[in-house]
């Protein structure tokens, strides 16, 4: 594989991840942090950045997606994808980019609601974009991804060369324990399980480019993520640091994207909210066209489904919810996706056993797991089992009772085989 192409697909991962929440989160969170921010910072990049660039790395290791549930029953690594794919696709990933890049990127130029012909629009650029997927590299890694860097890098330098205000003294949790708040809070972006959706995308786009030996591809996959943890690591930092210095135009700010929009307002007068504007579209439009591009590299490769049909659903589901259900759409799919990151996770995690009878039992004992975590985010664990969870199970506080007892079940059956070589795991 050519460097330069090395290069750009790790820039098209880069673009892929990078939806509006990856933009509007850190703000808020340097704000909260102030002094301590490079604590917290540390903790958000290990979360936030470090699962989903080892998921791409595992993902490689493995030469495809699906390989992650080749171990399990057939119908049951089917449904995994399906849900994983619908969820954070066409049910609550797209709808939602479509919505905020409208709401933070047209709907301050207009008076009356231009959600729809906006939609339409959107959708169909996502569509063409999507419709090719040997030419995602050409489209987004080596034109819309340079644009939007050098976008970002107009926000980043003003803050660095010239910060609003000192940095306070930080808030909440960051007071007492800034690492675990910027671990819990990267954990919380889900991008891990975003990962696992866009390794369609990236294996395929590796293979297409000249890697062909799983080694190769494997070497090619690591220094992908690479790329893609180096420039969104810059990109938390650099908007991390933005939040942290931008006191005076964050009061009242209850999530980033109002502090965003303060800062370039201030910053760069008339043509802030422009700069806003190309940097929130061109956002969006890179993680839903990847997320199309994912739906339909699965559906081509399980169900042999046409990839310009199965996108062509996708979009025009996308558009339907994003103007008349998204948050009856959210409020049904947000456990499904809570639910399914740990899950995910805990499948990266036991991608190297051998065993597809242990492989199983991690998924289901992290889906019991994360179904307790998912109730305990959402606010719907009953008090009394909340306060004995507190007290007895560990990493409840922060969202990841599921980590151990995945753990647990795999050192034991590593522990079993090796006490019983000749059994069959």
Request: neutral net charge.
């Given at each position: 594989m050519k460097k330069y192409d090395l290069l750009a697909t790790g820039m098209m991962t880069f673009a892929l991840f990078l939806g509006a929440g990856n933009i509007i989160f850190p703000p808020l969170l340097g704000l909260q942090a102030g002094t301590a921010l490079p604590f917290a910072m540390l903790g958000f990049l290990l979360t936030a950045v470090g699962l989903p660039a080892l998921t791409l790395i595992v993902l490689g290791r493995l030469?495809?997606?699906?390989?992650?549930?080749?171990?399990?029953?057939?119908?049951?690594?089917?449904?995994?994808?399906?849900?994983?794919?619908?969820?954070?696709?066409?049910a609550f990933g797209m709808p939602r980019a479509v919505t905020v890049a409208y709401e933070m990127g047209i709907a301050p130029f207009f008076t009356t609601d231009m959600l729809l012909p906006f939609t339409v629009v959107f959708c169909i650029l996502t569509y063409l974009l999507a419709y090719k997927p040997g030419k995602l590299v050409d489209y987004i890694g080596k034109i819309i991804t340079p644009v939007l860097i050098?976008?970002?890098?107009?926000?980043?330098?003003?803050?660095?060369?010239?910060?609003?205000?000192?940095?306070?003294?930080?808030?909440?949790?960051?007071?007492?324990?800034?690492?675990?708040?910027?671990?819990?809070?990267?954990?919380?972006?889900?991008?891990a399980i975003a990962a696992v959706g866009f390794g369609w995308v990236v294996i395929q786009t590796i293979s297409s480019r000249g890697a062909s030996t799983p080694k190769q591809i494997a070497h090619a996959a690591t220094r992908v993520a690479i790329i893609y943890a180096v420039l969104?690591?810059?990109?938390?930092?650099?908007?991390?640091?933005?939040?942290?210095?931008?006191?005076?135009?964050?009061?009242?700010?209850?999530?980033?994207?109002?502090?965003?929009?303060?800062?370039?307002?201030?910053?760069?007068?008339?043509?802030?909210?422009?700069?806003?504007?190309?940097?929130?579209?061109?956002?969006c439009l890179t993680t839903t066209v990847g997320l199309t591009n994912a739906c339909a590299e699965y559906c081509q490769q399980t169900?042999?489904?046409?990839?310009?049909?199965?996108?062509?659903?996708?979009?025009?589901?996308?558009?339907?919810?994003?103007?008349?259900?998204?948050?009856?759409?959210?409020?049904?799919?947000?456990?499904?996706?809570?639910?399914?990151?740990?899950?995910?996770?805990?499948?990266?995690?036991?991608?190297?056993?051998?065993?597809?009878?242990?492989?199983?039992?991690?998924?289901?004992?992290?889906?019991?797991?994360?179904?307790?975590?998912?109730?305990?985010?959402?606010?719907?664990?009953?008090?009394?089992?909340?306060?004995?969870?507190?007290?007895?199970?560990?990493?409840?506080?922060?969202?990841?009772?599921?980590?151990?007892?995945?753990?647990?079940?795999?050192?034991?059956?590593?522990?079993?085989?090796?006490?019983?070589?000749a059994a069959a795991y």
């Open positions: 030469n495809s997606s699906a390989a992650l549930t080749s171990k399990l029953p057939l119908w049951i690594g089917t449904a995994f994808w399906v849900l994983l794919l619908t969820a954070v696709g066409p050098l976008m970002l890098a107009a926000l980043a330098l003003s803050a660095i060369i010239n910060p609003l205000d000192a940095i306070q003294l930080p808030s909440g949790d960051y007071q007492s324990k800034p690492l675990v708040s910027g671990l819990i809070q990267g954990y919380m972006t889900m991008d969104m690591s810059v990109c938390y930092i650099a908007m991390g640091y933005m939040g942290a210095t931008s006191t005076s135009v964050a009061a009242n700010a209850t999530h980033g994207g109002v502090i965003l929009a303060n800062y370039v307002a201030v910053t760069f007068g008339a043509y802030g909210q422009w700069l806003l504007a190309g940097i929130i579209i061109l956002a169900f042999k489904a046409p990839v310009p049909f199965t996108a062509a659903i996708v979009v025009t589901l996308t558009g339907v919810i994003a103007n008349f259900g998204l948050e009856q759409i959210i409020a049904a799919s947000l456990p499904a996706i809570l639910v399914l990151c740990p899950v995910a996770l805990s499948l990266v995690i036991a991608s190297q056993q051998k065993s597809g009878q242990t492989t199983l039992m991690v998924m289901l004992t992290t889906l019991i797991f994360g179904i307790v975590d998912a109730l305990n985010i959402l606010g719907k664990m009953p008090e009394g089992w909340n306060t004995v969870f507190q007290d007895s199970l560990p990493l409840y506080n922060a969202h990841a009772s599921w980590l151990l007892p995945c753990a647990l079940v795999m050192v034991t059956a590593v522990a079993k085989r090796r006490l019983t070589p």
